[in-house]
């Protein structure tokens, strides 16, 4: 009796059949989970973006309202714009180094250069601004308490060696084109990013609950000229 190649054929099929379902079902559960993860870290992005515009919005319509213009709220509006930016540029960089769904991270010679460029020149401007800020407030500290501790938890970080790391090593780490290591770079960009969030949530939760208030600086008292104390 000759061998039944039609019936090896059908099994051989249905074994290819049931194998590729089973790579279809493994890769969407990969899919959906990535998914999943990349829309966490969306909602996160755009919660931690959304605080910074509120703040922002809230601080100019303070001063707007005032007929002589407040140094101090001033200067604290030009320290949030930084934050936002450095966040945008932290956000940009997590996002294209360390994708979640099914892509690798740009490693082409100067990728990121305008983003790493910007986070050095905030970092840089940021810490300025913060040491202005301080100046500006010598002698209202209880005032300010929020806010100064704010911008020392934002400090921290800008001193820190994952932030540095990013801004002095990721240009040669892409131009090597280590997949792998320029992941790395990505995650360090999230770690900061929750970091950040978390300084941001807990600030607008002081100003918003401190005495019911919900201006983000004190109101000047009668008769203050407003000028700078340098």
């Not at 540095?164 to 999230?190: H, M, P, Q, W």
Request: glycine share 6%; with cysteine.
């Amino acid at each position: 009796m000759g061998r039944d190649y039609w019936g090896q054929f059908l099994k051989d099929s249905e074994k290819v059949v049931r194998d590729t379902n089973d790579i279809i079902r493994k890769n969407y559960e990969t899919i959906v989970e990535n998914v999943g993860d990349e829309t966490r870290r969306m909602i996160k992005r755009i919660d931690c973006l959304n605080k910074l515009i509120d703040m922002e919005l809230q601080l100019k319509t303070e001063s707007n309202g005032s007929s002589i213009p407040d140094e101090k709220k001033k200067q604290f509006l030009e320290i949030m714009e930084t934050v936002h930016r450095i966040v945008d540029s932290l956000q940009n960089i997590n996002a294209l180094c360390n994708p979640l769904i099914g892509e690798q991270p740009h490693v082409n010679p100067g990728a990121h250069e305008s983003d790493i460029s910007r986070l050095e020149t905030d970092r840089e401007n940021l810490r300025n601004q913060i040491n202005r800020f301080r100046q500006t407030v010598v002698g209202s500290e209880n005032e300010f308490a929020p806010q100064l501790t704010f911008l020392t938890q934002v400090e921290s970080i800008l001193q820190g060696r994952a932030l540095r790391t990013i801004c002095f090593e990721l240009r040669n780490v892409i131009d090597g084109g280590d997949s792998e290591s320029v992941k790395k770079y990505g995650g360090l960009a999230e770690a900061i990013l929750q970091q950040m969030d978390g300084h941001i949530c807990m600030l607008d939760w002081e100003l918003k609950n401190d005495n019911g208030s919900n201006q983000l600086l004190p109101a000047e008292p009668e008769g203050d000229n407003n000028t700078t104390l340098f």
